[in-house]
């Protein structure tokens, strides 16, 4: 389930699977958007995307709590250079994957 969040920002709700489902998933579309050539008056346009996962678990008692370990995910991977994948853990958000 795809649903636009606002601004820029686009949940993406993977049911029945684990966060490391969620995570080859996610990068499979960072990858294919940073391979994407848009053309625009003329000039190529080149654009990433980054991502936070969160994995529902006993802890998380709402649907706000998940929505708020994602996004505090995605603002660990925007904080370290953009265009990463962060998976956030009980402790702190972890980085996943970066792209040198």
């Known amino acids: 389930i795809a649903a636009r969040i606002g601004g820029e920002e686009v949940c993406i709700i993977v049911c029945n699977s684990q966060s ?12 294919r958007i940073k391979e994407l050539r848009l053309q625009w008056n003329g000039e190529e346009i080149r654009i990433s995307a980054s ?23 995605l603002y660990q991977a925007k904080k370290h250079g953009r265009d990463l994948t962060f998976i956030h853990n009980e402790s702190t958000s972890s980085r996943a994957t970066e792209v040198a």
């Open 51 to 73: 991502f936070g996962i969160a994995q529902a678990s006993p802890n998380v008692l709402t649907k706000w709590q998940l929505y708020e370990r994602a996004d505090k995910a």
């Open 20 to 31: 490391n489902e969620a995570f080859q998933l996610a990068e499979r579309l960072r990858k």
